[in-house]
């Protein structure tokens, strides 16, 4: 009012009005520069910020897209990879696995038990005894010998390895529930009495197709670019210098006597389905012996398939050719060596006799090289 008052008194309505005006101006709005955003709301600013959210998933679900398309896009495995690869799992089944799942296969493959003895399907490529650089037999058999007494927490039965196999055979496996039964096995082992059979595929076919193979076996260095250790021949006799007989020769002092007896069960595509029975338990008998007794080396036996350097088993081109193999691919090949059959004599009991079923990577060599397994008539 005081101001209406002044203005009135001065006369100058239009001077009035203007001061009055200037002291009392309306807010205006801000132009917006070109291309400026427009103004938000809190609300418009949270869904943007969602909106950017979002962006970012479909951006890791686009690179992870483009990861996966290359693999979409590429063929499928040919026979032959998809062969490569399923060796490559058989010969790394079981290895290097939690203890537990090992001894849980191993309860599911108990071919036979009673009270004094216990026998399993030894998988491939598992040691018996301990290793440093995979899980053992042996180092799960307080876990297994749980399992078959129902997982009781107070249980005194052990298990005891006899008769062990070689890390790269498969088939039976005799376990002692004690170390009395272990005693009496090896007693009747080492008066022969324990029968075991094996079934190999080798590669060309023995001559002549069934007989004995009565020679001792030493451990000799190999030199060279690489030097390493192998078990050898060290025969008993030799060609006499005339070429047309034989000369006795003294026995090695470190040569171990190794017999084998070997029947050939089936042939074809220049491979034999063979079965051998050991009289002797000397490190590697039946691999040495086929492959050096009888040029015959057992197949994936990539060891005794050189002498003089370490190196994959080589094999004829028709071979690879029924296998679905490349040479350069055949070190995934496994050995094929199987312990098919245990007969062992029993005080009070019915004698046994169990028969162990082929690992599947053996059939399929088996379907593939053509070679037909014996009739039950013919194995006993």
């Known amino acids: 009012m005081n101001s209406c008052r002044r203005i009135a008194q001065t006369g100058d309505w239009t001077s009035g009005v203007n001061t009055l005006l200037s002291r009392f101006k309306p807010r205006t709005n801000c132009r917006r520069a070109p291309g400026a955003a427009p103004p938000h709301t809190r609300s418009q600013a949270t869904a943007a910020g969602e909106k950017r959210r979002l962006t970012a998933i479909d951006l890791a679900r686009k690179v992870q897209q483009e990861k996966e398309a290359p693999k979409a896009a590429e063929a499928p495995l040919s026979d032959q990879q998809k062969r490569v690869y399923e060796l490559r799992q058989f010969s790394q089944q079981l290895q290097n696995v939690h203890p537990n799942v090992l001894a849980k296969h191993l309860h599911r493959s108990v071919l036979y038990q009673d009270q004094d003895v216990v026998i399993i399907n030894k998988p491939h490529g598992v040691p018996v005894r301990d290793d440093s650089k995979a899980t053992s037999i042996q180092s799960v058999l307080p876990v297994l010998s749980k399992m078959m007494d129902g997982m009781k927490m107070k249980s005194d039965s052990q298990l005891l390895p006899c008769l062990a196999l070689e890390k790269e055979t498969t088939g039976v496996l005799l376990l002692a529930r004690n170390q009395e039964a272990a005693e009496r096995v090896l007693n009747l082992h080492r008066n022969n009495q324990v029968q075991r059979k094996y079934w190999v595929i080798t590669v060309g076919v023995p001559v002549p197709s069934e007989g004995v193979i009565d020679i001792p076996i ?48 089936d042939s074809n595509s220049g491979c034999s389905l063979v079965e051998l029975q050991p009289f002797t338990g000397v490190k590697h008998q039946m691999r040495v012996h086929m492959a050096l007794a009888v040029a015959c080396p057992i197949l994936g036996d990539h060891k005794y398939s050189h002498w003089n350097k370490l190196a994959p088993q080589k094999l004829p081109e028709r071979v690879l050719g029924k296998l679905g193999l490349e040479q350069s691919k055949i070190r995934n090949l496994p050995l094929h060596l199987h312990a098919q059959r245990l007969m062992l004599p029993q005080a009070s009991q019915v004698d046994i006799d169990v028969s162990c079923p082929l690992p599947k990577y053996f059939t399929q060599t088996l379907k593939r090289l053509r070679l037909n397994l014996p009739d039950e008539k013919d194995d006993k």
């Not at 690489?226 to 006795?248: C, E, Q």
Request: hydrophobic share 35%; no cysteine; net charge positive.
């Open 218 to 265: 030493i451990e000799r260095e190999v030199t060279g670019p690489r030097p390493h250790y192998k078990m050898a021949l060290s025969p008993m006799f030799r060609m006499n210098d005339a070429g047309d007989g034989v000369t006795k020769v003294r026995a090695h002092r470190q040569a171990h006597p190794a017999v084998t007896k070997y029947r050939v069960l």
